[in-house]
């Protein structure tokens, strides 16, 4: 055979190879792209269809148009002036800060404890904090409303609502696996230098730690954000609600229900966790990677 006979059959071949192997993959590909997409649509598809209802009055809302209205103003007033909206997020904005801050500090210095402290019964204490794990709130809610406000005199006020959360049980063991993992030198290496314990966690630990402080940060957010029972039963002052209580407010209105408000208050009332998970995502993904080297 001939080299240019054998160049031939050799760039003859390359197309077909390729050809065949495109053939093979693209059905496979398109099917995985065209699930995706559905299963996207119908995800995303409550939430466009809320947007939607926000602009539109209850005429249009039953007669089921699919295209936004134009009372996008008049529900904007009448969630925000007519309903107080505006106070509830402030109020859950407060309380919700307050409460990630202040369990972030104390998951914090309850994971120092367990790891670098050692004193006696501290696996019986550690063992006592992951049984609170599964005791959620509604449990204990009696016991802690009776001695919340009976014996506190804390009703409708802001420590109601922000001190019976301080505490966590998932950031003390998920700080308590993070420092675990962190090579024991940088502990012997601060003692040598003379820094104390605080002064460890506030120079080596915490700057090595923003994944972990983020990821706590957004699931402690989210979770006061939506808190429904607990402010529904000590909060009776309606200038101390918050936005998950006011909602209830826009279901039902003197000439019955308004679903354009409704929705509009929903939307906005999702807005601060949206903000929230976007700002803290890289931290909130790479935070639970607990067994990876920081």
């Not at 001939?2 to 065949?20: M, R």
């Not at 539109?56 to 904007?76: E, I, K, M, P, S």
């Not at 914090?108 to 670098?116: D, K, S, T």
Request: hydrophobic fraction near 55%; proline fraction near 4%; include cysteine.
């Amino acid at each position: 055979m001939s080299s240019e006979s054998l160049y031939k059959d050799l760039t003859l071949s390359v197309p077909e190879t390729t050809f065949s192997t495109n053939r093979r993959w693209l059905p496979k590909r398109f099917g995985a792209h065209l699930f995706l997409i559905a299963a996207c649509f119908i995800i995303g598809f409550p939430l466009l269809y809320a947007v939607i209802v926000s602009t539109q009055t209850n005429a249009d809302v039953f007669a089921y148009r699919f295209t936004f209205g134009n009372a996008l103003a008049d529900n904007l007033n009448v969630v925000m002036n007519t309903r107080n909206l505006g106070t509830y997020m402030w109020n859950t904005v407060f309380t919700a800060v307050a409460v990630t801050v202040g369990k972030t500090i104390l998951s914090l210095l309850a994971g120092l404890a367990f790891v670098y402290f050692k004193f006696p019964g501290k696996w019986l204490v550690f063992g006592f904090v992951l049984i609170t794990l599964m005791m959620p709130t509604e449990i204990l809610i009696i016991a802690l409303l009776r001695f919340v406000v009976i014996d506190l005199g804390w009703g409708s006020t802001y420590q109601a609502l922000i001190v019976p959360f301080i505490a966590s049980a998932t950031g003390t063991f998920l700080f308590r696996q993070h420092f675990a993992n962190i090579p024991s030198e940088l502990s012997e290496a601060a003692q040598l230098d003379g820094a104390n314990a605080l002064q460890f966690l506030w120079r080596v630990l915490i700057p090595i730690s923003w994944n972990t402080i983020g990821a706590l940060a957004v699931i402690q957010f989210v979770y006061v954000w939506n808190m429904y029972l607990w402010p529904r039963l000590v909060i009776t002052d309606s200038s101390r609600q918050v936005v998950q209580v006011g909602l209830q407010s826009l279901i039902s209105t003197d000439t019955g229900i308004t679903y354009g408000p409704l929705m509009l208050g929903a939307v906005i009332a999702s807005i601060p966790p949206v903000i929230v998970f976007v700002l803290l995502q890289k931290q909130f993904m790479s935070g639970f990677a607990i067994g990876r080297d920081k």
